[in-house]
């Protein structure tokens, strides 16, 4: 009650807009339109999959109906339509949606922007629809539409209710200003009178509690059922036992990280990528990860954006995840971004176990923005996988080439923003990944091929940045070259000139300024000491925001300008992302 | 024919993905999918607007048809159903949309994600719908659906056409592999021959080089006609012969800039904002420019995702941009931001002198934010108008308050990202935004009440960063507070403080980062001279990235964590937003 009394109160359990980790009971982060929609999209597919997966002829262990209720802003969110368009294909008959049809957006009436028939375009999404013309007082409609909506098993439902926003207010109903602000203490008294409501403020009658409180009672039972339920699942199929377990726990495996892959020659045990494994491209070296990570977390799933073969996210073992193989884990999202960073979010927090992975070009990052930043707020544990991650893609030209999206990511609270530079650290950022189970992170992969350098390791990644290689002594180089990814065999190669000028420089790899910032002081010290200014990034991407680490008398060399169409050796030759440029201008430091 | 052998080569005209200003007749840059489609609503809203403008019983001097390709890959995409909603809602007659329903995206047959019915979906949404079975070689068949689409006069036509990609490939048609990737010879042999096409490469027959300069005659033909229709059109309206000039022409009315408001106060005339005039919103002002500007700009128009009413963006003199009142300036666009910004963006480059401004709380910049970017790319000068950009907004909590956006788009190449502080700031930030034609502008506006700063001007917001106030002499300043928009006001107060302690405290307004950049290294050290390191950023957004600016030395105040929910005065105060915190932590340096 004081929560209630403390609406949208620092600190209270009553924010502007519901919260998850804020507020008991609220499972997903909402507010930007449209978001929760498609969270409720991957909450059915997650109960879908799982049911798939764990249920058996004899005990059905898995199984829950998804309701999601959305307003005609949600309607009008491009996100929404990717979504639907999905849980149709995928046939969610579980999933149930209401779709709160009170004709009033914040501008007034929606007949100013919003005359498409909506259950029309639904049903050409793949849902069944139906229509419950009075939403305001019709309870027994609204119960047989439920029953309908259940009754359809191989589709999702949408559930149109015609209501009256505001309803009981006499002044106010049917207005846009009942949206966002208070009625006012007038319209207060007129809506209780003509509602004939005459108890206190914040009273709620015993008859009310008294109704409410049956659902203590039942929600009780049917939690003690299932447990009975689940005890016996455990004596019959001890095995499933133990993997659903780790689902709903999100307990990881022991062991799990031995799994991530180490090194492209086979044959030849070792401990680590060496300069002598071929060169590959670190999206590459990602699919291997993908691949060890599924078969040791039985939670582990997820898909591209229509990219599979580029991003190299396809789950060999498994197939597609559809309509009648929801057992399997490849998600094929279609080109469908925004609306796969919200259905990852929402697999992601149906259960602590399930981890989804997505993937799209790193520069499409832009098209799904709204979903990762909820993705990071709501702490849901998404591994973003964005491939071709800087001008290296080549001739997709300037639209495809991200240019500031990883320092745009950088920026963003609670996430982690990876840029890996060969297998060790590509292993690295997934160990990552997998254990920052709160907070999201962003692979930022090359679509060209890396040399594995020395002195790399899965474990440094970690430390989000630490010392490739360094000829001075006395934690005193000369020069600190500090880079990521694809530009860390620049640095390695140009530190290696420089170094017969008996130059005494140092190779920096900032594979992630998240983890970095967050170690002790004495440990930066001692990789990047504050007396040495003379410092040199090189990033493909902009250099705003490298002054952090190379101070007023450093330099960075990066593209602070959108690229251009052409194969990816000539770009970087005429951006200056060259050996011969890192010299030059290391010598003016 | 050069530039055809140089494709995706650097510096032709023949980039990976088309683009305007690279290649004459390319009108849009797209390649992002989706975002063709929802330009070419905007050339077809703009094209009704000016004809229903300017158009004469006897003349109609603005008629065309708006013709767009889109395939599978652009029909998965939420941006695409956005604005075929608002094409239907507006019934934009003269859009012709061409579906390339070839069954293959990247990833294989669309079967295994895009099963909806997308004719349906569009008749829904207010659509003419016509299927082409045979888009191969059924040319008639297409040329009759266009003849049937233009004469559907009330709403748009949407024709599916079914093709085969790499038609006419005996092994790779019908497959994902010609998505992307060359033919490689053998199967370009395999092509021809099967084409019976037997030129050499590069060759164009004289046969079909004739049939096509036929369309040299009938351009130069029509475009004489058209000359002689608008000189009859001059001598007879030659008032709005002037103004549709401007609007083709791009050239902006002389003196339009003395429009801008300078006073709130408006009975008695003063040269700019005092702090004699109220308080207000940043937001409010905005209004007063956009009114402003609307009377003496006759390409000015645009409109809000839905928040019209909050990010102050009606146009009190006109009516809605509607089905049946074209003419009309203010665009009502629904809750969908991202079709928003790509139609604006088709808007803009259908005209130079049409200047669209569209409108959405800041932090949804996020929702539109590869359209911003395409924006910045293909030159087009939209004014994103950004209300509500900081914790400032308060109650509605952290899904809604911007914290990094204001950085991620500072990283962005060819965009202007302005933060006024006050009346004088916000009149600088529309002088500055209607300028610039060739890079949009984002405005970044405050929803809390702000006053009117001694020492703000219009004139200066042009260099970016300026002084507001200072007690130092010969450049030599103890200590200097940097900051923008909203917190500008607290940099004053401390330093009023500050001085009082006799110390020498300069105040500089940054409130265009990029246009500070691009000023004289002389002016810029007169504003920040190098040798002051006692430096103090206050803003209501990440500190990451304003090491730029105030060094190894300096410190900066700011919000590196999510928002909460709760009056602006408590979150402004939790997160040490205030005089008394600036205060203290000048006091260390």
New interface residues.
């Given amino acids: 009650m004081d929560d209630l009394k403390a609406f949208?109160?620092?600190?209270?359990g009553t924010?502007?807009?519901p919260?998850n980790f804020e507020t008991p009971g609220v499972e997903v982060?909402?507010?930007?339109?449209g978001q929760g929609f498609a969270n409720a999209v991957g909450l059915a597919f997650a109960e879908k999959h799982l049911a798939a997966r764990f249920n058996k002829t004899d005990l059905n262990i898995v199984d829950h109906y998804t309701y999601v209720i959305l307003g005609?802003?949600?309607q009008?969110?491009?996100?929404?339509?990717?979504a639907a368009?999905?849980a149709?294909?995928w046939g969610l008959g579980k999933l149930i949606a209401f779709y709160d049809d009170n004709h009033i957006?914040?501008?007034g009436s929606?007949d100013?922007?919003?005359?498409?028939?909506?259950?029309?375009?639904y049903?050409?999404?793949?849902w069944h629809t139906i229509w419950v013309k009075n939403g305001n007082t019709g309870y027994d409609d609204i119960r047989d539409a439920i029953r309908e909506a259940k009754a359809v098993k191989k589709k999702p439902t949408l559930i149109k209710v015609t209501t009256t926003i505001g309803f009981g207010s006499p002044n106010k109903a049917n207005t846009?200003s009942v949206h966002g602000s208070a009625l006012g203490s007038k319209e207060v008294e007129a809506t209780r009178s003509n509602l004939q409501w005459h108890h206190e403020p914040f009273h709620v009658p015993d008859e009310v509690k008294r109704h409410w409180s049956h659902h203590v009672d039942e929600g009780a039972s049917l939690e003690a059922e299932w447990n009975k339920k689940f005890a016996e699942y455990e004596k019959k199929y001890h095995q499933e036992a133990v993997e659903l377990k780790t689902v709903i726990s999100g307990e990881l495996p022991s062991g799990w990280d031995s799994a991530l892959p180490v090194s492209t020659i086979s044959e030849s045990y070792c401990h680590m990528y060496t300069p002598e494994c071929p060169p590959d491209a670190t999206r590459n070296l990602s699919q291997k990860c993908l691949n060890a990570l599924a078969k040791v977390i039985p939670g582990f799933l997820g898909g591209?954006a229509?990219?599979?073969?580029?991003n190299m996210t396809l789950l060999k073992m498994f197939g597609?995840f559809?309509r009648d193989t929801p057992e399997q884990r490849n998600i094929?999202?279609?080109?469908?971004?925004?609306?796969m960073g919200a259905i990852s979010n929402g697999i992601a927090v149906h259960s602590p176990g399930l981890i989804p992975y997505c993937a799209t070009f790193f520069?499409?990052t832009?098209?799904m923005?709204?979903a990762i930043?909820?993705s990071?707020?709501s702490e849901s544990g998404v591994v973003f996988v964005m491939t071709h991650d800087s001008i290296g893609l080549g001739?997709?030209?300037?639209?495809?080439q991200p240019?500031?999206q990883l320092?745009?990511?950088?920026?963003?609270?609670?996430i982690l923003s990876l840029r890996p530079a060969d297998g060790n650290e590509t292993s690295g950022a997934y160990k990552v990944a997998i254990l920052n189970r709160k907070r999201p992170s962003i692979l930022a992969l090359s679509r060209q091929k890396l040399p594995h350098l020395n002195g790399t390791s899965i474990d440094a990644v970690a430390k989000g940045g630490y010392i490739i290689s360094d000829n001075s002594s006395g934690n005193k180089p000369d020069l600190i070259l500090i880079s990521t990814g694809s530009e860390l065999e620049i640095a390695e190669k140009a530190a290696a000139e420089l170094r017969k000028d008996h130059r005494a420089v140092r190779v920096v790899s900032l594979v992630c300024w998240e983890l970095f910032e967050e170690q002790a002081e004495e440990y930066k010290e001692s990789v990047l000491p504050?007396e040495v200014t003379s410092r040199l990034s090189i990033e493909a991407g902009?250099t705003?925001?490298w002054?952090?680490y190379i101070?007023?008398k450093g330099k960075a060399i990066g593209v602070?300008?959108?690229g251009?169409?052409?194969?990816a050796g000539?770009?970087y030759k005429?951006l200056g992302l060259t050996v011969e440029n890192v010299i030059a201008i290391a010598k003016t430091l």
Avoid: W
């Fill in positions: 949208r109160q620092l600190g209270s924010p502007g807009h919260e982060t909402t507010g930007p339109l005609d802003g949600c009008m969110e491009g996100i929404s339509n990717e368009s999905l149709g294909h957006s914040i501008d929606t100013i922007t919003f005359t498409e028939d909506v259950l029309a375009r049903e050409a999404l793949g846009y591209s229509d990219l599979a073969t580029s597609d559809q094929r999202f279609g080109v469908r971004e925004h609306a520069v499409f832009d098209y923005r709204a930043r909820l990071a707020l001739e997709d030209g300037p639209t495809h240019i500031e320092f745009s990511l950088r920026a963003m609270p609670n504050s902009v705003l925001g002054e952090k101070g007023q602070d300008r959108f251009a169409s052409a194969p000539k770009i005429e």
